[in-house]
């Protein structure tokens, strides 16, 4: 008998460090990686370049109907496509960093990207991954509850604004945070039952070292209470 597909949720606040963390376990496990905030990213770029306020909600959601989304495969990551093109650098501008998690708090376009998001189990399956792992706010509290593994990252405030910088982003993690966790639909939230990571101090290797053991070792049980 073959192995069985792994289904692995990452979640965690703004650079807390889930993209990193999520790609180095893509390659080593052999998972198809999948970036959600990308998703948001991508259709809040869309809004804004179709000249609509990020929160007009009846607009965001008709407008959204007109957008052919799709996926495509490049290596180890699976990218949303609108109308049939990957975006790039734009998707992380100044202007989508204020406006995404207002886009992202309305229910609508939750909803649209929740279907889109869980075709991607099926699609890791037919492209011969042995598992997937996806990244976002809300992957193992709604989009995939019952994922083999779920983890929920954290780290303290200074020291994601101190990355970000880094990186050279003007963005405030903070606001976005705090929208995030204050929106009615699919908060930012530690599941209950997700194991807890302080990346606070500790290098990206130690991080995707704790989670390959984890995931390797099979034990998916819940650690300490997270508190913040
Ligand atoms: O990389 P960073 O953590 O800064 O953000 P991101 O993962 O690119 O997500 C950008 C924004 O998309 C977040 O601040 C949320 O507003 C939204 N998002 C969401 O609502 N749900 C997800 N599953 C992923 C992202
Ligand atoms: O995806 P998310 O926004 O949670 O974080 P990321 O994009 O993976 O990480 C943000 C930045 O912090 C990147 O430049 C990482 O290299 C860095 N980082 C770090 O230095 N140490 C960690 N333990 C995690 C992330």
Known sequence: MGKSFILVAVDGGAASGKSSTSKILS????????NTGSHYRSLTW???????QPDDDASVSSYLETIPIGTIVEGREARITLESKVLG????????NNAVS??????????????HQRGYADLAKESGFEGLIMEGR??????????????????????????????GQVDSIQK????????????LTCPDGAIKIDTTHLTLEKVAQKMQDIVQSGNNMANEPHKS
Do not use: C, H, W
């Open 138 to 167: 809300d992957i193992g509290s709604i989009i995939f509850p019952d994922a083999n593994f779920r983890f929920f990252m954290f780290a303290d405030e200074a020291e994601r604004a101190r990355r970000r910088e880094l990186e």
């Open 176 to 187: 976005r945070d705090q929208l995030d966790k204050q929106r009615k639909t699919a908060p």
């Open 27 to 34: 390659e080593r496990l052999k998972l198809l990686y999948v």
């Open 46 to 52: 869309a809004v804004l370049q179709a000249g609509i």
């Open 89 to 96: 650098d734009e998707i992380r501008s100044e202007a989508v």
């Open 102 to 115: 207002i886009v992202a708090a309305i229910p609508e376009v939750r909803q649209f990207l929740l279907k």
